[in-house]
């Protein structure tokens, strides 16, 4: 029996490498918040006023930490061509487009509405990307 391989399109990919820079950078803020926690608490406490202490660096930086984890994992299981994970990217962005297009409609000030507008493109070029046809091809093969 020969499989036939569809390779991956490239807007999949462009998701995945993404999603992978996502992840080195929520690695990245966690490292910085377990390794700086008394210099950024000092820093935010001076320039916004309002008291920050180093164990909520360190709360910081654990959750920075799973998300990295997630995101790490999310953008392997879309570069191999995994539904499931497909699912997961196609509701968070759809949760995020209504809460967008909530806040558009309750604000309805300048940059609710232009933010709004971002988020909602951005998901709708995410959905696209990861359902269009070829992509649906690349999904369907490697499940």
């Known amino acids: 029996m ?6 991956r399109p490239g807007v999949v990919t462009f998701i ?3 999603l992978y820079i996502q992840a080195a950078l929520a690695a990245v803020a966690a490292i910085m918040a377990f390794a700086y926690k008394s210099r950024l608490a ?5 320039q916004s006023g309002v008291e920050f202490s180093g164990d909520n660096l360190i709360w910081l930086g654990v959750i920075e930490a799973v998300m990295a984890v997630v995101l ?3 953008a392997s299981g ?23 297009f909530f806040y ?16 909602l493109l951005i ?5 696209w990307a990861l ?8 999904f369907e093969s490697t499940g």
């Open 2 to 7: 020969s499989m036939t391989s569809i390779k």
């Open 16 to 18: 995945g490498v993404i």
């Open 42 to 46: 000092d820093a935010i406490s001076e």
């Open 72 to 74: 790490f994992l999310v």
């Open 78 to 100: 879309i570069m191999r061509g995994s539904r499931g994970y497909r699912a997961f990217v196609a509701i968070v962005e759809g949760f995020r487009m209504a809460t967008a």
């Open 104 to 119: 558009m409609l309750w604000h309805h000030d300048g940059p609710w509405i232009e933010s709004g507008i971002v988020t």
């Open 123 to 127: 998901g709708a070029f995410v959905l």
């Open 131 to 138: 359902y269009h046809e070829k992509a649906d091809e690349f």
